[in-house]
């Protein structure tokens, strides 16, 4: 079992910075495949990042790209996700994802609200 909880979120100006963290707690992550989603008021659950445990190969939504940074530190299982150059597009609710490569089970955290003021 996997177990996550996010912080970091906030209110921010448009342009700003966030650092949203992902604190992990479980056996092994070894074979899991790490992310981040967000969902908007009246919009679904969309991809923003994601990041292999092992070989920190990284993803990224076209929407982030340039502007997000997506990272980990193994000896801590924590993920990060650096948000830059923030826009009200941006806001949303943002969840830390865990999903096991073997059997696409989904763990989820209780997400953390992001808010962009334009």
């Known amino acids: 079992q996997v177990q996550l909880v996010e912080s970091g979120g906030g209110l921010v100006q448009t342009g700003g910075s966030l650092r949203l963290s992902c604190a992990a707690s479980?056996?092994?992550?070894?074979?899991?495949?790490w992310g981040w989603f967000r969902q908007a008021p009246g919009k679904e659950r969309e991809f923003v990042a994601r990041?292999?445990?092992?070989?920190?190969?990284?993803a990224y939504a076209d929407s982030v790209k340039g502007r997000f940074t997506i990272s980990r530190d193994n000896a801590k299982s924590t993920m990060t996700l650096q948000m830059n150059s923030l826009k009200p597009e941006d806001t949303a609710v943002y969840y830390c994802?865990?999903?096991?490569?073997?059997?696409?089970?989904?763990?989820w955290g209780q997400g953390t609200q992001v808010t962009v003021a334009s």
């Open positions: 479980g056996r092994t992550f070894s074979n899991y495949v």
């Open positions: 994802n865990a999903r096991r490569t073997s059997t696409v089970d989904d763990y």
């Open positions: 990041i292999s445990w092992i070989g920190g190969s990284t």
